[in-house]
Each structure stands twice: as C-alpha cells, then as structure tokens.
C-alpha cells in the first residue's frame, strides 16, 4: 500500500484574498511567452476576458486573434500545433467547448495535438450573464475525449501551475477556469501534481472531493461539520482526467462515504468520474453537489451558488444526509 | 516555365495510375467514394508530382510542404499519389478501409506515411491549414501548404471562418484546390444546396482566385505556378472537374460518389482505364480474395 500523501499547505482561514483564476492563467502566460517560443496564444475576441491579451501585447507575433468564430479558432491551432508549436486557444467554456466540441475531438484528439483550450468564464460563478453563458457541460464534453486531459483549478495558486503543467504535457489539455474573484485556498509553496489529488483536510466520517471554485466551500463545510463533531476529509480534484482513483480509492475505504462538490452538470462531470471510481474500487455511497440535469439562472455568483447548495452550508447539509445513508438509517432519496 | 511535355506525360501516367488505384481499392474495400478521385485525379497528380514538396527522403524534414485533404473520403486516390512517391507500401493500397491498416476509410495523421493530418469531417480541414501556414511563416519556413476542399464541403459554414481568417492573418502561403464536380452525396449540388460562384466567393474574402479546367493539367500547373508567385493574399484554384471522370458510367453520376463497384463495374472499369481484359480480370479476382 502506498503511503497516504501529505497535506497540501493552505492559507489560513482568515486570509480573504480574492483572485479570479482566469487572472492567473493570463499570469501563466507571460511567464510562458518569455521562456519558450514555441508557445503561441490563439482568442475569439475575448481576449479583454479572457487574459490573453497581455501575451497579445508582448509577443503580438504570437498572437492570434481569431474573431469570433471559434470553431475556426480551434482549427487553426491544431494546425500550429501540427507544425511543432504548443498552441493554447482561449474563449469562454460555453463557445470554446460547445461551440467547437467538434473541432476538438476531430482536429486536436484524434491526431494527438499539443493544444491547451483554456476557457474561462465556466460554470454559474459567471452570474448575471446568465444561463447562455453559464456553461455547465464542459467537464463532460471534454472528459469523454481520448487523449484529453481534464484540469479545473481550485483557486489561482493551482491555476498558474495548472497552466505550467499543460504547456510541458505532450497532447491535448483542457484547463477550467472562472471568471468571478474566489478565494485563494493554497499558500504559494503549494506544488500541483498533475493526475494527483491534494489532500486539505484529514478526516474520516466522509470525504469531500472537489473541483475549481467549490473547493473554498468545501473547506468551509469542513469547518462547520467539525464544530458538530463530523470530520470531513476534503480532497481537491484539480485533475478530472486521468482520475486519481487511488485517492478515491482511500477516501471510500477509510471515509465510507463520498461527497462530490462542482459548479456543473453532476451528469457526466466530477460526480460521475467519482463515482466510477467509487463503484470500480470500494462500493460506499456517493452523494453528489451540483447541477442535477437543470440550466442556471441570472444572479451573483454567490446566490447562485447558494441556491444551487454549492456553498459551505450546502455542502455541509448533504454532507449530514450522506451521513445518514452511510449509517444506514435512511436509503437513498430516488431522484 | 510551362511543363515540358515528358513532365506532362509523367503527370497523366500518374492520374492513370490513381484512377485504376481507386477502383481497386475501392473494389477491395467493397465500400468507399470512388466517384470524388476519379475526378480529382488530374489536379491531384499535377499538385503531387510538380509541386508537393514531399516525398520519402524530405518525410521528417519540419520545413517541407504540407498537404490536408479536406474531402477525406476521396482519400484513395491520395493514398495512390502516397504510394507511388515511395511513402505509402504499395502492398497497403489494397489493405484500404481493412481492419489493421493504416490507409484508414478517412484520412488518420501519420507522418512515416506523408498523411499530414487527421480528417474526414468536412468543414475543418482550411482552418488546419491556416494554422500550418501561419506557423510555418512565424518560423520563417518556406513551406508552402496545400488543401484539397469541394463545392460540397463548401457549404460548411467554418470553410468561410477560414477563409476570412487566411486574408485577415496573411496565410498567402497557402493554396486551396476546391474539386468543383456539381456533385454530392445527396445528388447534384444545385439541387440539394447551391454554393453559386466560389471564385467570385473566395475573391470577396481576400485571396487570389481562379476558375480553371481540373482535368488540363497544363492549366493547372500553370495556375499553380501562379498561386506559388501571389504574395499577398492566400490563393484558390476552383477546379472544375467530372465526378468519376475516365469511368463512363460513373461521369456524372451521383449514385458513384459513394458506392464500390462490383466485380463486374469493376473489370468494366478497369478496360476503360486501358487495361488489358485479361488483365483486369486478374486484378478484380485480386482484390476480391483481398
């Protein structure tokens, strides 16, 4: 048996530093832009949004703005990526994935391309936008592509190292990545590794496995269980795809019951990948927070979280029902 | 320079060659497009033998041209031109669409072959090849890359995103060889969706373009030639072809664009493509024990 990892350091609870991760990712651009030459950034006019627009004004050789027409866009980065240049391609998740799902499976997964589609703007923390731009559906578009890898960042720490991370991976990367300012969970001698959870938080009663922004809340959670007596362990899956099923593994034998956390569809996104996992390597309830087969709506990304149970009061409240099941006082509600 | 009349006589022995291959293969196959490379045998020949920078021994360099075959139905006739520039094991060309062989029904990118890219699925290959151009230029690459496209794929809305993004961008190392054969798998394209005058239409997004006979392979070479010394703006030469073009009973005809021939259609075929009866009949029991 392997050894159980450590914990991943974190910043304190009281820190409220707030960065959006899109910010970082902008960041993680120019960093990569000065180091290598073979990095090229490709946008579908969201490059203001997006934060490509800084590599834009530093290497405008480089830089590719494709208009909005997305589809194209990732086209023509499978075709930079065929010539040897690490291409990443950029817009909002709702267009960068849906719109050019096809492109993507066609001209970047099937013949294996160094392309890296970072978008942003996913999930409901986009907010008032509302549910045209509330892109609920990438994590399973993008996870059920062979050759694909699937990362989603908690905060802005892991987002930076997430981009690092795709630009040195040979194939295709997706990178998840929000608009809304969210806390900032890891402190900056947090190092990601790719295909790997981080471990949070110690804990045995249950497991909280999350991704991207509901990671602050299942912290959150954590600490209102812990003050009723629950010790909640709490995993952050920043890489959706390959799965950490050891981790999970763990998590189900000595937790006995699974918590996932994600602002998407449960169907077909983290909820679904952990459950597989669940069911392959040690049977114990699941339950899942998210979006169970419904759109958003306008609002603040916080109410929208709220309302959707994808805060630390929501979470903390299906932790408890989880609970229930585990003990083997209630079946599972059919929904 | 004008082709010299040896070259001329070595490009048609090829566009022969690449139609008796895709009746062949096609045959062998018992499924696939036979129809579209019959008729894009001349410019492809033209393209392959006078100006496609790639062969076996430039293969692996990263400078060389680069090729993208939009339609990738039609790709039997490419996996012939592959074949007889030493890149693709003729020993294969009958193994096409079979279990195990890499001539796959759609193109599947394998550089040891020549196959430049993964396509099939109209609509997205011009974009490809617009991020190839483009890359090749940052890199100060003398590459020329080339992409076959057809009035059918035409009517693919990305077509014109990459259209728009070539002019905009400076892709004017690029040419497009659009098959204009008036027909698609549904029948033919004025009646099931008209894409009108390309040439006016790809002028209007920026790049040099012409109308030329896609089975004069003096024309073609010439147009090349041409599109090779525009400087400014990406080229398109719309290639005004017969579907099935050499077959008689597949000219023109929407039923063969994606139908294999039978023994008989096949032998047929064959004989009217200049081979001996005897021998044809030897090849269609070739392929049938394939």
Redo the contacts between chains.
């Keep these: 048996m392997s050894t159980p990892p450590d914990l991943a350091p974190l910043r304190g609870t009281t820190d409220a530093q707030k960065v959006a991760t899109r910010n970082a990712y902008g960041e993680a651009l120019l960093e990569l832009g000065a180091s290598r030459d073979d990095i090229?950034v490709l946008d579908a006019d969201l490059s203001g949004s997006t934060k490509t627009k800084a590599f834009g004004k530093a290497h405008p050789?480089?830089f590719?703005n494709?208009?909005v027409?997305e589809?194209?866009m990732?086209?023509?980065?499978?075709?930079?990526?065929?010539?040897?240049?690490v291409?990443f391609a950029s817009s909002f998740a709702m267009f960068a994935t849906g719109k050019a799902f096809?492109?993507i499976r066609?001209?970047v997964c099937?013949?294996e391309l160094n392309v890296k589609v970072c978008a942003t703007h996913a999930g409901l923390t986009v907010g008032e936008d509302g549910k045209s731009h509330q892109m609920l559906e990438d994590i399973t578009l993008m996870r059920v592509l062979p050759h694909m890898t699937v990362l989603v960042p908690a905060d802005a720490v892991e987002a930076r190292q997430c981009v690092l991370a795709a630009a040195e991976l040979d194939g295709p990367v997706y990178v998840r990545l929000s608009r809304a300012s969210t806390p900032v969970v890891f402190s900056d001698d947090y190092r990601f590794q790719l295909g790997k959870a981080a471990l949070l938080r110690e804990g045995a009663d249950l497991a909280i496995v999350a991704c991207g922004v509901t990671v602050a809340a299942a912290l959150e959670a954590a600490e209102t269980l812990a003050a009723d007596g629950i010790q909640a362990r709490v995993l952050d899956m920043a890489t959706i795809k390959p799965l950490d099923e050891d981790a999970i593994a763990r998590a189900a034998r000595e937790c006995g019951a699974i918590l996932t956390a994600e602002e998407h569809q449960v169907n077909g996104g983290l909820g679904d990948a952990v459950a597989q996992a669940v069911a392959r390597t040690h049977p114990a309830p699941v339950e899942m927070c998210g979006m169970h087969d419904e759109f958003g709506q306008s609002g603040t990304g916080g109410e929208l979280l709220a309302h959707y149970g994808l805060d630390g009061d929501g979470i903390a409240a299906r932790a408890k029902a989880l609970l229930e099941r585990k003990s083997g006082a209630v079946a599972a509600e059919a929904r | 320079m004008a082709l010299t009349p040896e070259q001329k006589a070595t490009i048609e022995a090829a566009a022969l060659r690449v139609r008796r291959d895709t009746v062949r293969m096609v045959h062998a196959a018992t499924c696939g497009h036979p129809g579209g490379p019959l008729g894009m045998a001349d410019f492809m020949a033209t393209l392959f033998l006078q100006h496609l920078r790639l062969d076996a021994s430039n293969k692996g360099a990263p400078d060389r041209d680069r090729f993208v075959l939009g339609n990738g139905h039609t790709c039997a006739g490419y996996y012939s031109l592959l074949a007889q520039k030493g890149l693709v094991p003729e020993d294969e060309l009958l193994r096409f669409r079979k279990f195990g062989s890499p001539l796959q029904g759609h193109p599947h990118r394998n550089l040891d072959l020549g196959i430049d890219f993964s396509t099939g699925s109209l609509g997205n290959s011009v974009s490809v090849a617009v991020g190839m151009a483009l890359a090749a230029k940052l890199n100060g690459w003398d590459t020329r890359v080339y992409s076959a496209s057809s009035d059918g794929e035409s009517q693919e809305g990305q077509i014109w995103e990459a259209a728009t993004a070539a002019a905009h961008h400076g892709a004017t190392n690029l040419t497009v060889l659009v098959d204009f054969n008036n027909v698609q798998i549904d029948g033919y394209m004025r009646d099931v969706m008209d894409v009108r005058d390309l040439r006016a239409k790809y002028e209007a997004f920026g790049w040099h373009a012409v109308d030329v006979d896609g089975h004069d392979v003096e024309a073609i070479d010439a147009a090349l030639c041409e599109a090779r010394d525009e400087t400014s703006r990406p080229s398109a030469l719309i290639c005004h072809t017969t579907i099935g073009k050499g077959v008689s009973f597949m000219e023109n005809q929407p039923g063969w664009h994606g139908v294999a021939p039978g023994d008989d259609d096949a032998r047929k075929a064959l004989v009217e493509l200049g081979v001996a009866d005897a021998d044809a009949v030897a090849m269609v029991a070739a392929s049938s024990a394939t």
């Design positions: 090229v050789d480089r590719f494709i208009g027409a589809a194209n990732i086209g023509i980065a499978a075709g930079m990526a065929a010539q040897g240049k291409a096809e492109q066609q001209s099937v013949p």
